[in-house]
């Protein structure tokens, strides 16, 4: 009791050193109070400001991300060409330590993936170069067939591309025959697709063209068994003259097909895994198409 006599005289002190409490009217007891409106309109200052510092706080890590995903890209193509590239590839000369420093690489740009759906994204389609890859994959069936019926002393398959339209793929392959017949072995498929990152392949027809000769390089003694050929096929009838010039065309529906899922996409690249998880890799050869902009929301401040 004595201690709370004691503490009078110094409240007392500061409660006169306020003004005159008949000065606080009922207004001013308004703006103290809590409201609806006051509550909506604290809570959205707050928002905003926390949208503010987010995004002034999410510049560099953005930044920093979009670094790491350039390096990785850079570091996946040097890490192809230290593997020997397509040729090494198909010929079965990469060493295992270039496969997993390859595979490494990939999965390191796989994590960084910017496009959340690729299955429908404009940069999907187009044409594209095969880089790597394995087992399961069209790449490898169609340097099998090759090799399978031509030894790689006569053939070599020099490159691999697919242009991808309108939910169809068309792949074709480029190989030489004793460096100087070119032909081309191409299969059509259809694209169905199955979720924001999964993709069904139909194959439709694999065609085999016939092949193009390039005089100036066939070697002395095939020369003459070379016209002779020539010769041969102008005297064939027009039906089958024309039939050897369309190539050879092996339907394939209803025989293949396979699921595979897209784990990275962007303008450059294209990483596709099958379902046991082989990656292929593929570069694009031509301009990307204009990617879609997406609308721009407003927020109220």
């Known amino acids: 009791m004595a201690s709370l006599q004691a503490s009078l005289p110094s409240i ?4 006169s050193s306020f003004p005159d409490s008949s000065s606080i009217n009922s207004a001013s007891i308004v703006t103290l109070t809590s409201s609806p409106a006051n509550d909506r309109r604290i809570r959205r200052r707050l928002r905003c400001k926390a949208m503010v ?7 560099p890590a953005a930044y920093a991300k979009e670094m790491e995903r350039l390096s990785a890209k850079e570091s996946l193509l040097l890490a192809f060409k230290d593997a020997g590239g397509f040729e090494a590839l198909v010929a079965g000369k990469t060493t295992n330590m270039q496969q997993i420093d390859v595979n490494e690489r990939i999965t390191g740009l796989e994590r960084l993936n910017p496009t959340p759906r690729p299955t429908t ?4 389609e ?3 170069n095969f880089e790597w890859f394995g087992s399961g994959s069209p790449g490898f069936f169609v340097a099998r067939f ?3 019926r031509f030894p ?8 691999m591309d697919v242009v991808i339209k309108d939910g169809k793929a068309n792949i074709t392959a480029n190989f030489k025959l004793l460096n100087s017949i070119e032909s081309k072995f191409s299969f059509s498929t259809k694209l169905l697709v199955e979720g924001p990152l999964r993709l069904k392949e139909e194959y439709i027809e694999g065609i085999l063209e016939s092949p193009t000769v390039i005089e100036e390089t066939i070697p002395e003694q095939l020369k003459g068994a070379f016209n002779q050929a020539v010769t041969t096929v102008q005297q064939l009838p027009a039906p089958i003259r024309d039939a050897i010039s369309g190539g050879l065309r092996i339907p394939l529906s209803g025989t293949f097909q396979r699921l595979f899922m897209i784990s990275y996409l962007d303008e450059e690249i ?3 895994r099958d379902a046991s998880g082989i990656p ?5 050869l031509d301009p990307p198409s204009s990617p879609i902009e997406e609308p721009i929301t407003e927020y109220e401040s």
């Not at 007392?12 to 409660?15: F, K, T």
């Not at 292929?280 to 694009?284: C, S």
């Open 12 to 15: 007392s002190a500061i409660w």
């Open 53 to 59: 510092q987010q995004a002034v706080q999410g510049a």
């Open 121 to 124: 994204s404009p940069f999907l």
């Open 126 to 128: 187009g044409r594209w």
């Open 146 to 148: 090759i090799f399978e």
């Open 152 to 159: 790689p002393t006569l053939a070599n398959l020099s490159n």
């Open 270 to 272: 294209l990483i596709i």
């Open 280 to 284: 292929e890799v593929l570069t694009r």
